[in-house]
């Protein structure tokens, strides 16, 4: 009965990452005969600037998205799961964006972004000359961040709701009897019992930064431009292959970003991972 | 005396606090629709009107043709076509596959399995585009760059949903299917005609899911569809912005429309969607 179930996600998820460390070792631009050349595509891509550039643009778009968007989604969680008017559609609210299509996200983001757009308008009217977002190397990745954490914290909330409404009442109760302070039961109560929570929603923001494609890819309209400020791990992969013909470079940065997400991975397990005491 | 005037202060701190919660609530749900909003606004302005500078919110007449002109503009019926074609087949997929590796897992005793569940939990931590490009190059060899298959076939089996399925069956007592067997039922059959009815909830939490990875995935489409009469509507509509970027009233148009059905998805099925986070974590 797992048969045809393995066989899908063996060719799809689990094959692929063997067959990416096996291409990483050829030469081959999906054309010509494809031929072994050692080390060379690794040797090739930690020379080179363009690399370099890739692995800062991602480690910090998951430096300043992650850290931003579970404190956001914990906040936003925390104040939902008191007793208020409203629940319902606020919660709505800010779950959407996190249903919706990051394509159309990015498009209706862009038209924000424009130099003339809605966003410096509003800039304007508070005396701000606002620049060209998207245009502009120091703010175009910035501004990708924003738009990145605007869309996920509303899911990322969802799940530490359900996480919240899992700690029993009887706790907080008896926590206000002995006099401790709303903050006191935040800190004290509700951050280390929703640490498996915490992990998670940690664990899977890590995983999902380091591999942003769509949003570079529409924002810069492919180039991951302007002056590459855009360009993350995996739209360099696609320019690998699609720009370049360079399956083997592409391959090489593949395995690279794998041994990243392992990395990550295992630090936030240290630090986050382990289990509570009550 | 001293008792009261506390209780009511307190009562009233609690008010107070709430009042602060809600308003910084209702601002923050306010930035999440304005983007919307603003699409929604600029979709229905003239593109001078659309161009004007400070930004206009509310359009001197509301101007539908930019809903009319965009068909014809481009494919759009045939993108919206593609997407439903690829997204329905996503779906089916992985209704009929996760359920049975889910059941297996759940419920049948075979060499291996502790290995396999591992392997599939493991494979939940690998997302699509880190296999970007090996995935690529065995669909070419498979010949399925170009057609259909190949915006079905790479989705159609997703370790959330063989998750969540297991979790599902495990949860049925077992005690049922070992009165159906006493009474003769073959695997086959207990599975399809006594635990899969059981188990309706999840799989259209699962549905849901796969549904949405399908709606709105724009990676696939770019790696598959070379050709325009494939692509799906969210590649469509970059495409087609990368064409048309000076006329942001069609763009804003498409997105609008490309965001209706799936805000009339999520609206009646909110709760399950809810539940697919609280029990597998996972879009």
Redesign the interface.
Known sequence: MTLPAVLVLFLFTLGPALYAFYLSFFSWSLLNQMHYVGLSNFTYIFTSHLFWTAVWNTASFAFIVVPSQTFVALVIAVLLNQNLPARGFLRLAFFFPAVSSSAVISIIFMWIYNKFGVLNGFLAILGIHGPNWLANPLFALKSIMIMNIWTTSGYFMVVFLSGLQAIPQNIYDAAEMDGANAWKRFSKITVPLLKPTTFFVVVMGVIGTLQMFDQSFILSGGTGGPLHSTTTLVLLIYQYIFSYGKVGYGAAVTVILFAFTMIATLIVNRWLGKSIEY | MARTSNLTRKAIASRI??SV??I???G??L???V??V??LS?SLKPLSES?A???VWIPHIFDWSNYVKIWHLVPLAQWFANSAIAAGGVTLCNLV??S??G???AR?NFKGKRL?FI??L??L???F??????????L?YLHLLDNYYGLI??L??Q?VG?FLMRQAFLNLPSDLEDAASIDGAG?FRT?WQLSVPLVVPSLLTLALISF?LS??N??LP?LVANRQHLWT???G??MF??EYFVN?PY??A??VM??VP??VI??VF?KW??RG??TT???
């Open positions: 606090s709430r919660y809600f910084i609530l209702m923050g749900a930035v999440m629709f983007p919307f603003w699409s600029t161009l500078y400070p930004p596959f996760d049975m590796a059941y297996a897992l049948l396999l392997g599939v493991a494979m931590m690998v997302p585009q880190a296999v970007m490009l090996p995935v690529y190059i065995i070419r076939v790479p159609a089996v370790a063989i695997r599975f949405m709606w709105n724009f990676l770019l509507v969210p590649l509509v970059v912005q990368q942001w763009l804003m498409a997105a490309t965001t799936v805000a999520f609206l909110q969607f809810v986070i609280a974590g996972f879009r």
